[in-house]
């Protein structure tokens, strides 16, 4: 059964509890969409895994971590549903930007800032994000091949230079200049 078929009434009955008792906690449909949307790790702990360290190596330590998350059987199968229904429904997408938005500020320009002394981070993190975001959707959901077999070192040599650019690069005025993989 999917989102739009879902109902309140149906998951309090799964649950075995009153339907205006997930009201209470749940506010709505949405609420309860955003509260099983949550990740399957902590993202500071990520963040603050990935800053520690020589500033030089910060992309490819995000793309390492990336690529771990998603190499975990236990957080590939929940960051997977999550990102599948972020792409599929609009009310998911927009709760999906909105989760994406707010992880973005907090997670990682709130604490690359305390690493990088640019102006412009937050286009710079939405930039890293966005390579990022498009690495997961061709090597861990759409497995896309040769990217889906190559190892971790190997993606990680490709891309941690281009995201390391995205944070430290020269953006000049037109925007990123540099290598694009």
Excluded at 20 to 44: I, R, T
Excluded at 112 to 136: C, Q, W
């Amino acid at each position: 059964m999917g989102y739009d078929q879902t109902t309140i009434r149906a998951v309090a009955e799964k649950a075995g509890v009153d339907s205006a008792l997930v009201m209470h906690y749940f506010s709505s449909k949405e609420g309860l969409l955003q509260a099983a949307m949550e990740w399957p790790m902590d993202m500071d702990e990520a963040m603050r895994e990935v800053v520690e360290g020589d500033p030089a190596h910060l992309g490819e330590r995000l793309v390492r971590k990336v690529c771990e998350m998603w190499e975990d059987d236990t957080t590939r199968h929940p960051l997977t549903v999550i990102l599948r229904n972020t792409i599929q429904r609009e009310d998911a997408a927009q709760l999906g930007a909105q989760l994406a938005s707010l992880w973005l500020e907090q997670a990682m320009v709130g604490r690359l800032a305390e690493h990088i002394n640019h102006s412009d981070l937050p286009l710079r993190g939405a930039l890293a994000h966005s390579a990022l975001m498009g690495l997961v959707l061709i090597r861990y959901v759409a497995c896309y091949e040769p990217l889906a077999s190559a190892s971790v070192d190997a993606v990680v040599e490709q891309i941690g230079p281009t995201i390391q650019h995205y944070l430290f690069g020269d953006m000049g005025s037109a925007g990123p200049r540099g290598p694009i993989y």
